[in-house]
């Protein structure tokens, strides 16, 4: 295991203990009917801030750059075996028969990461698959929400995809920018043969927005409660089970690399720690200058890691 500029510790963002209660409780955090959809003020708000962030997703679309376009297929899956339609960008040249799955943020889309693919199609041997969660196409208008389930069968989309282009699961790594991580962490579980898997800026849960629910909220409540509310273990609890990468992490024996930026301000070295103390098989741990965008240290970093695939 390579671990560059800081020790892995155990955390504490990471501790909530699987069983049935929860399982079933979290079937209803999903489930946008459900009761307590509507009455949790928690899964309320993330239920929007996702919905937002899928809203902003489909009017940040950028135009294809003039070097990568020659080599951008545009592909729009097929609903079948109970898989959803996604659309993706087979980035592609010399006929190349590795592939890096890539997964975006929030608020952002398969156009949004343009320089980190022409980085790695210029200075690495691998092709790109740039993969979009469903309905995150432009101009769509159509109510979407996230849910483990979903995001798994959008990745399985992404990997059939690959796996009928005649793409063997050896050949295929996968990487994931924040939110993304989860998805990518997902493909890495089930497809246990991949070269490798590339975690930067990660998500690991959703306790960081506890702050952003309670001092964000524009109603006259006490600052007193609200500093009791932000240590409410029932309020912070959907926000540790909801997309949980190091649980999913923990069940992933494809090796993992994790790149953070010292100066995140939305996802912090410690719950980068946190997360990578839950991989089975750390591979590296990289920490570079920057903020929490997908900047030139992570691409360079990115780059440097898949030469050596």
Request: hydrophobic fraction near 35%; charge should be positive.
């Amino acid at each position: 295991m390579k671990i560059e500029n800081i020790p892995i510790t155990q955390g504490y963002y990471n501790n909530v203990n699987a069983n049935n209660n929860q399982t079933a409780f979290r079937s209803l955090l999903y489930n946008p009917k459900s009761f307590i959809h509507r009455i949790n003020p928690v899964v309320r708000y993330m239920d929007d801030y996702f919905q937002r962030s899928v809203n902003v997703s489909r009017m940040a679309w950028h135009i294809k750059d003039h070097e990568l376009a020659p080599f951008i297929t545009e592909i729009k899956t097929q609903k079948k075996h109970n898989l959803p339609s996604v659309t993706l960008w087979d980035i592609n040249k010399d006929d190349r028969k590795k592939y890096l799955v890539i997964y975006h943020g929030l608020s952002h889309n398969i156009s949004s990461l343009q320089t980190l693919y022409k980085e790695i199609l210029n200075n690495t041997d691998f092709a790109i698959l740039a993969a979009e969660y469903r309905n995150y196409e432009k101009g769509n208008k159509e109510f979407t929400y996230h849910s483990p389930k979903r995001l798994a069968q959008d990745t399985e989309s992404a990997f059939q995809y690959l796996k009928e282009k005649g793409i063997p699961e050896e050949n295929i790594a996968v990487l994931g920018h924040s939110f993304g991580g989860y998805a990518a962490t997902k493909m890495a579980k089930k497809h246990k043969n991949l070269i490798s898997l590339i975690l930067a800026s990660s998500t690991n849960t959703y306790k960081h927005r506890i702050n952003a629910i309670v001092y964000g909220n524009k109603r006259n409540i006490p600052q007193g409660i609200k500093d009791l509310l932000v240590k409410s273990k029932l309020l912070r609890y959907p926000l540790g089970i909801i997309f949980n990468t190091g649980k999913v992490l923990k069940k992933t024996s494809v090796p993992v690399d994790i790149i953070h930026s010292k100066a995140d301000k939305l996802i912090t070295l410690d719950m980068a720690k946190d997360l990578a103390s839950s991989a089975k098989d750390l591979n590296s741990f990289s920490i570079v200058e920057g903020s929490h965008k997908m900047d030139e240290n992570k691409i360079k970093k990115i780059v440097e890691l898949l030469k050596l695939k």
